[in-house]
C-alpha cells in the first residue's frame, strides 16, 4: 500500500510516522506538514528531524501554514515549545523538499490513481486544499483516514471539539463531504488506547535510538495527561489513525453523516454524526466506534521495537 502521512509533529504525529516506517509492506511515498500542534516551520522542521532519526528514504513538503479562514492556534502546552517534548533531535533540513505540500498531494494521486490512502493526523488544511485545486482527487485516492473529531464523546480542546476539526473545521468539512471513502479514528476510540509508563519503560529499554527518543518525547506527553486529564497513560492518538489505515481490523466502524459546526460560538468544530439519519443526508464518513486496544498496543509495541527495519 502506497501512503502520505499529513502531519503536524507534535509528539504523537512523531510516533505515528515512525510506526509507518516501521510497518511492513508500506511505501512512504512523502510525509506532507500543516500548521496545526505548532506553526508550519515547525511542524516541518520536526518532520525533517524525526526522518533523520529513522533513516527514511523519502521526504518531508511543507504545506499550508494557516487554516482557509481563521487564525492558527496551536498546541505547545501539549507538545512542548518544540513541539517534541523533551527529546533533543539532531536536525534534519536535508530531509526538506523544495515542493509544496499540497501539489506534492495532487502529484502523487495523479501519479498512482486508486493506489494512495492518504491519512491525516493534523488539521485537514492541506488535504481541503488540494481537493479545492483538484476537484477529481476524492475519486482517485484509495481512501482517506483522518484522526479527528470527537462524535459520541467530548472534544478535548472544548466539550464539543477536538483539536484538528477545531483549529479548521472548513476544512475538515470539505474533506467530510469529498466523495472519497473517509475514515474518521476520533476520541471515541482514541482515548481508550493509552501508552502507560510501564510502556514507556519497554520502549526506551528495547527500543534502541529510537525507544529512546520516544521515551524522551513522550515524558512530557505522558506529564500533560496526567495533569490535564488525570489518565495514567497519554493516548495514542495519531498512530491509531495509522494503524487503522493499514489494518480496518483493529476497529469496529459505522457509516453516518458526520457534520462539522462551522458557525456556533460555543460548538466550534464539532463532529455531529447523524447516526438515526435525522438530517436525512447521505453517509459520508465511515465513523470508528470501538477499538481493540489491547491487539492495538500489542501491535505497536511489535512494530516499534522491530530491529529488522
Request: hydrophobic letters at 40%.
Amino acid at each position: 500500500m502506497k501512503i502520505i502521512l499529513d502531519v503536524d509533529p507534535g509528539i504523537d504525529d512523531a510516533i505515528a510516522i515512525a510506526l509507518a516506517h516501521k510497518w511492513p509492506g508500506i511505501e512512504i511515498l512523502g510525509i506532507t506538514t500543516v500548521g496545526g500542534n505548532l506553526p508550519l516551520e515547525k511542524t516541518t522542521d520536526n518532520g525533517g528531524k524525526i526522518l533523520k532519526l529513522l533513516g527514511a528514504n523519502y521526504k518531508v513538503y511543507p504545506g499550508m501554514a494557516q487554516p482557509l479562514i481563521r487564525e492558527l492556534k496551536t498546541a505547545e502546552n501539549i507538545h512542548g515549545p518544540t513541539g517534541l517534548g523533551y527529546a533533543q533531535l539532531p536536525e534534519g533540513k536535508e530531509y526538506i523538499a523544495d515542493k509544496h505540500g499540497v501539489d506534492f498531494i495532487i502529484e502523487q494521486v495523479n501519479k498512482y490513481p486508486k493506489e494512495i490512502t492518504l491519512i491525516g493526523v493534523g488539521p485537514l488544511t492541506n488535504i481541503a486544499t488540494a481537493i479545492k485545486k483538484d476537484p477529481s482527487l476524492p475519486q482517485k485516492v484509495r481512501g482517506i483516514c483522518v484522526m479527528g473529531g470527537a462524535v459520541f464523546t467530548q472534544g478535548n480542546v472544548t466539550p464539543a471539539a477536538e483539536f484538528n476539526i477545531y483549529v479548521d473545521p472548513e476544512s475538515a468539512e470539505i474533506v467530510f463531504n469529498c466523495g472519497a471513502e473517509i475514515i474518521l479514528v476520533g476520541l471515541d476510540v482514541t482515548l481508550k488506547v493509552l501508552l502507560t509508563r510501564e510502556h514507556l519503560e519497554i520502549i526506551q529499554k528495547k527500543g534502541g535510538s529510537l525507544g529512546e527518543s520516544i521515551g524522551e518525547m513522550t515524558k512530557f506527553y505522558l506529564e500533560r495527561y496526567l495533569d490535564g486529564n488525570k489518565l495514567p497513560g497519554c493516548a495514542l492518538h495519531d498512530p491509531l489513525a495509522v494503524a487503522v489505515a493499514l489494518d480496518k481490523s483493529l476497529v469496529s466502524m459505522e457509516k453516518m453523516y458526520v457534520g462539522v459546526e462551522t458557525k456556533g460560538e460555543l460548538t466550534r468544530g464539532a463532529t455531529i454524526g447523524d447516526k438515526l439519519s435525522r438530517f436525512n443526508k447521505k453517509p459520508n464518513v465511515y465513523v470508528c466506534t470501538q477499538v481493540d486496544s489491547n491487539r492495538f498496543l500489542e501491535l505497536f509495541l511489535d512494530r516499534i521495537l522491530d530491529h529488522t527495519n
